[in-house]
């Protein structure tokens, strides 16, 4: 399937992974079926990780984007689209204000990537985000869910050692949004290690032998470049 149009193509150019393991960009078909997006990107459980339309939508489609996939990317290439993208974030605005999760997710994600003429601001993306996870919406405590572990990396970055050893659990056991990640669990349980946490140092011992010797090279280089002094 094919859009007519050239703008699908460079719109699918932009968006191509070269990583396929999460699924893969795939053309939709928006100009027969108002309930799929011009592009989108599904992962192998038909879940949808990046919705992508193309042109103007209305903030009623935008909403009902926002509420099925986790993110929502426009693509306008008219003249016209400041004057219509003004439109559509004061209407996604009133709906989020009046606690509408899909128009508070939309905000969440323009906010943190700074698509569409949208100031990238990180403080306000988590605002929306918690929310929308506040008003009960799963994908809102998803998106929320994802800050607070952000927050607790630059914590275990600044070196707090039980956000050190909380990291390397979530790395280790994987959280939703979140891949396992033993060589990565293993350079922070080292960190913490280090810093003389029992815990983190019992980590170490279980997980040394499970790891491929080049990963645990990998893991203990970086953990030595850690120099921050580290904060109980």
Same mark, same amino acid.
């Given at each position: 399937?094919?859009?007519?149009?050239?703008?699908?193509?460079?719109?699918?150019?932009?968006?191509?992974?070269?990583?396929?393991?999460?699924?893969?960009?795939?053309?939709? =078909?928006?100009?027969?079926d108002?309930?799929?997006a011009?592009l989108?990107? =599904?992962?192998?459980?038909d879940?949808?990780?990046?919705?992508i339309?193309?042109?103007?939508?209305?903030?009623?489609?935008?909403?009902?984007?926002?509420?099925r996939?986790?993110?929502?990317?426009?693509?306008?290439?008219?003249?016209?689209?400041?004057?219509?993208?003004k439109?559509?974030?004061? =209407?996604l605005?009133?709906?989020?204000?009046?606690?509408?999760p899909?128009?508070?997710? =939309?905000?969440?994600?323009? +906010?943190?990537?700074? *698509?569409?003429?949208?100031?990238?601001d990180?403080?306000?993306?988590?605002?929306?985000?918690?929310?929308?996870?506040?008003?009960?919406?799963?994908?809102?405590?998803?998106?929320?869910?994802? +800050?607070?572990?952000?927050?607790l990396?630059?914590?275990?970055?600044?070196?707090?050692?039980?956000?050190? +050893?909380?990291?390397?659990?979530?790395?280790?056991?994987?959280? *939703?949004?979140?891949? @396992?990640?033993?060589?990565?669990a293993?350079?922070? +349980?080292?960190i913490?290690?280090?810093?003389?946490? @029992?815990?983190?140092?019992?980590?170490?011992?279980?997980?040394?032998p499970?790891?491929?010797?080049?990963?645990?090279?990998?893991?203990?280089?970086?953990?030595?470049?850690?120099?921050?002094?580290?904060?109980?």
């Open positions: 399937m094919m859009l007519g149009h050239c703008d699908g193509m460079a719109t699918f150019a932009l968006n191509v992974t070269a990583d396929e393991q999460r699924g893969k960009l795939e053309f939709a =078909k928006d100009l027969w108002v309930d799929e011009a989108w990107h =599904k992962d192998y459980t879940a949808i990780l990046h919705w339309d193309v042109g103007q939508p209305d903030d009623k489609r935008l909403m009902r984007a926002a509420g996939a986790e993110r929502v990317s426009v693509y306008s290439f008219a003249s016209s689209t400041p004057v219509w993208w439109t559509m974030e004061s =209407k605005t009133r709906a989020a204000n009046l606690g509408e899909q128009a508070q997710l =939309k905000l969440a994600g323009l +906010y943190q990537s700074g *698509e569409n003429g949208v100031a990238a990180l403080e306000e993306s988590r605002l929306w985000a918690r929310r929308a996870a506040e008003g009960g919406d799963a994908r809102g405590m998803h998106a929320f869910g994802m +800050y607070l572990f952000d927050w990396r630059r914590a275990a970055d600044q070196g707090l050692v039980d956000s050190q +050893y909380n990291v390397a659990r979530i790395y280790e056991n994987g959280d *939703e949004g979140i891949a @396992p990640n033993p060589t990565q293993y350079r922070w +349980y080292l913490a290690a280090r810093a003389g946490d @029992p815990q983190a140092q019992a980590a170490v011992d279980r997980l040394a499970t790891l491929p010797a080049a990963a645990r090279q990998t893991a203990r280089a970086q953990a030595e470049a850690f120099a921050l002094e580290p904060l109980a």
